[in-house]
């Protein structure tokens, strides 16, 4: 079997080789990170402990210091409001003015400070962004089918690290 998508001969091949990388991602997460995910957000909701480790403490009070930590950094970060950098010479000064406005508009704050608290909880934070419209298709008088834009939104979100897979057959750590 190919090892990479350009190796692939055919449709076939591309969809076999691509089903066998979500099989492994998935195999992975079920054992390492799915794993560490629960125990880390068990840690964050103060629920790390079995009955009968809180009955040797005689069931005492005791600070969580991992939700302490993650509601004191994770503001702290998400306030502080991202500079962004465009290297573009042509339409760095239109980009960064959009982004500008797109933080106001779409409030990007909320969802990033959400991002921030996933980064110090699971290790991992993950923010979809993306356009999202609504298209119909209507006939013109001359019979001719052509798509009109009904709706449109530009989409920023955290996206729950429990939802994503990593491609562990990837070389480049950051396409992983």
């Not at 629960?38 to 969580?64: F, I, L, P, T």
């Not at 508009?105 to 909880?121: A, C, G, N, Y």
Request: net charge negative; charged share 35%; hydrophobic share 35%.
């Amino acid at each position: 079997m190919a090892k990479m998508d350009k190796e692939a001969k055919n449709e076939s091949d591309l969809y076999d080789m691509w089903k066998s990388k979500v099989s492994v991602a998935k195999d992975h997460f079920d054992k390492f990170k799915g794993k560490e995910l629960k125990q880390y957000r068990k840690a964050y909701e103060g629920d790390q402990w079995s009955d009968d480790q809180k009955a040797k403490y005689n069931n005492e009070v005791v600070d969580n210091m991992v939700y302490m930590v993650v509601s004191t950094l994770g503001p702290a970060i998400g306030m502080s409001r991202p500079e962004v950098y465009v290297t573009s010479r042509k339409s760095s000064v239109m980009i960064q003015t959009l982004l500008d406005f797109m933080w106001k508009k779409l409030d990007l704050e909320v969802e990033f400070m959400k991002t921030i608290s996933d980064s110090l909880i699971a290790h991992d934070g993950y923010q979809y962004t993306g356009y999202d419209m609504e298209v119909y298709e209507t006939e013109t008088d001359s019979g001719q089918k052509i798509d009109l834009i009904e709706s449109e939104n530009i989409v920023c979100q955290r996206l729950d690290p429990a939802f994503v897979l990593k491609d562990m057959m990837s070389r480049s750590e950051e396409r992983r």
